[in-house]
């Protein structure tokens, strides 16, 4: 009796260490996850910002840039989301983020692949996935030890990767205590109705948010003996379920977007839904027409023999075949999202670069804003060309619409500003950080602008209350003045725009331009003071007129010199 005791005892305390080394595997796999993706996604933000500003026409140049942008951060979800705030800003259409999406799914199958590592045999002394689970420590160290953040980054990537394999080895080291006892296999192959089995998948991988997690949990438990349903196939269901619960990362982040981004979303769950109710219906007439036989050991399974390979060899099968067959009917599935969530007439939407979505990628968030800082530099030196025209005109009319627009740039500030904290909250490069400080410069310079526009306003004012009248020639001297200005705003908006700072010199040069001809408008004025040709209560208004001109002059000039030494 005694021995009976101890022995389930023994037994209890051998499925409680399983039970904690499962679900200690399962953490340490999600944390190497979420650790490989966020350094990869930092490291790799350059050439990302490059991928998706070569955005084309092309829908199979589409489809490769969504593979290898999601192939290079590990998650369908991270580039589903950016390609969503890209649509909500507009420099992305609907047809290219269509193709895109299709190709996120078809890299995010990768993860699955280096997962699957962890049950091959490689047929070497030495195991290759025990070498792999290293990179955990030796990442912690080279991020410990390191001093350049590119370095830092690399030993996160490694920690990461090593995480990954750390959570495999301990997650197939509990399920292969599980896989000994018959109630556990009776159980999950009981789960044999391909519904529940689709459902599971859906529910799992919405609550992980990973697909891929939730993939290479399968994938470990398929290596360790446990398989869901009656045969190999039962799991391809769950795999099914798990790309339509990949959606759920996308369709929670086109909350508060534009139709667009929200049809984006609307568009990644038609693709992953079709695709997964075409294999559901083909693999249910496979099992009525070739029934008993196995489609999973028919087919994968007579080339790989490694079940861990097999389903990952079918999910990668499974989404290059929805690609290729619903790329062609892109146009379709834009026209359908069109239907489902139609345009509402009534709401404007306001025009910005900034989204949220994209502060997960500093870099191109940062891209995003100075785009931001280009649209907030036209929008001040339109209305100051208002105010200065309305200042020659003596004319009133406008001032209400000038002051609206000046409140409009001043939110426009804010916004900025407190998108800039955000980006810089995150986990940044040294460079972005200068970029960030530059930027927050360079619309403190650009407000100012706008503030000399409600200054000019003002001079209008008081020029019609007093009834100040000027010598001649001197508006049209004024307006030559400002299409120098105008002129200089040309030159820095090229370097802004193309970041060419060769420009720099022109920039330089007219605003010298500026500065010669506010020194001799003013020295003029004097002059016909002295002459007794102008009256001195004038001088306050135009003398501040063309300072105030001039002022324009040095905010442009500082804020095209602002990027220079990043």
Not at 289 to 304: E, H, L, Y
Not at 522 to 528: A, G, M, S, T
Request: hydrophobic share 50%.
């Amino acid at each position: 009796m005694s021995t009976l005791l101890a022995s389930a005892a023994l037994d209890f305390n051998d499925y409680f260490s399983a039970v904690i080394g499962l679900l200690a595997g399962l953490g340490a796999l999600l944390i190497g996850f979420k650790l490989l993706s966020d350094n990869m996604e930092k490291i790799a933000s350059g050439g990302l910002k490059k991928m998706f500003s070569k955005v084309s026409k092309s829908k199979l140049a589409g489809v490769g840039i969504g593979a290898a942008a999601t192939a290079i951060v590990q998650s369908s979800g991270a580039t589903t989301v950016m390609i969503v705030g890209f649509v909500n800003v507009g420099i992305m259409s609907l047809y290219q983020a269509t193709a895109m999406i299709m190709g996120a799914n078809i890299g995010t199958t990768i993860t699955a692949h280096i997962a699957s590592l962890d049950g091959l045999d490689f047929g070497f002394s030495i195991d290759i996935v025990e070498i792999a689970t290293a990179f955990t420590v030796v990442g912690i160290f080279m991020n410990m030890l390191c001093k350049k953040d590119s370095l830092k980054t690399i030993g996160l990537i490694l920690g990461g990767l090593g995480l990954v394999f750390v959570g495999l080895e301990g997650m197939s080291a509990s399920m292969k205590v599980f896989s000994e006892v018959e109630g556990v296999r009776t159980l999950l192959a009981n789960i044999d109705n391909p519904f529940l089995l689709l459902l599971v998948g859906v529910i799992s991988t919405a609550l992980i948010q990973s697909s891929s997690a939730t993939t290479s949990i399968v994938l470990t438990m398929a290596n360790a003996g446990l398989m869901m349903g009656s045969n190999a196939t039962g799991v391809i269901y769950f795999i099914l379920g798990t790309n339509i619960g990949s959606c759920v990362t996308a369709m929670m982040s086109c909350i508060g977007a534009n139709r667009n981004a929200v049809r984006t979303s609307v568009i990644h769950l038609m693709f992953n839904v079709l695709g997964a109710a075409l294999f559901f219906i083909l693999l249910n007439i496979w099992d009525i027409i070739v029934a008993p036989s196995n489609f999973m050991d028919m087919t994968i399974g007579a080339i790989f023999s490694n079940p861990g390979q097999q389903i990952a060899v079918f999910h990668t099968l499974f989404n290059l075949t929805c690609t290729a067959l619903f790329l062609p009917f892109v146009g379709v599935f834009v026209k359908l999202s069109g239907l489902i969530v139609p345009e509402k007439r009534e709401t404007v939407q306001k025009v910005t670069f900034m989204d949220k979505r994209m502060l997960s990628t500093p870099a191109i968030a940062i891209e995003q804003l100075g785009k931001e800082r280009v649209r907030m530099a036209d929008m001040s030196m339109e209305n100051l060309a208002v105010a200065l025209d309305s200042y020659l005109k003596r004319d009133e009319s406008t001032t209400e619409a000038i002051l609206a627009k000046n409140e409009e740039i001043t939110a426009l500030n804010r916004e900025i500003a407190d998108y800039l904290v955000q980006v810089s909250s995150g986990d940044i490069s040294l460079r972005d950080e200068k970029i960030i400080s530059a930027l927050h410069k360079d619309i403190g310079d650009i407000e100012r602008i706008a503030e000399i526009a409600d200054n000019l306003t003002k001079y209008t004012r008081r020029e019609i209350k007093h009834n100040m009248t000027f010598s001649a020639g001197v508006n049209e001297k004024v307006e030559e003045m400002f299409k120098k200005i105008q002129d200089l705003y040309a030159e820095v908006r090229k370097v802004l725009v193309n970041k060419d700072f060769s420009g720099l010199s022109a920039v330089d040069e007219l605003e010298n331009d500026v500065d010669v001809m506010r020194k001799q408008l003013v020295n003029d004025h004097i002059e016909r003071l002295n002459a007794g040709q102008c009256k001195a209560e004038n001088s306050s208004v135009f003398i501040n007129l063309v300072c105030n001109l001039e002022r324009v002059g040095d905010h442009l000039c500082f804020v095209a010199h602002s990027m220079e030494e990043v």
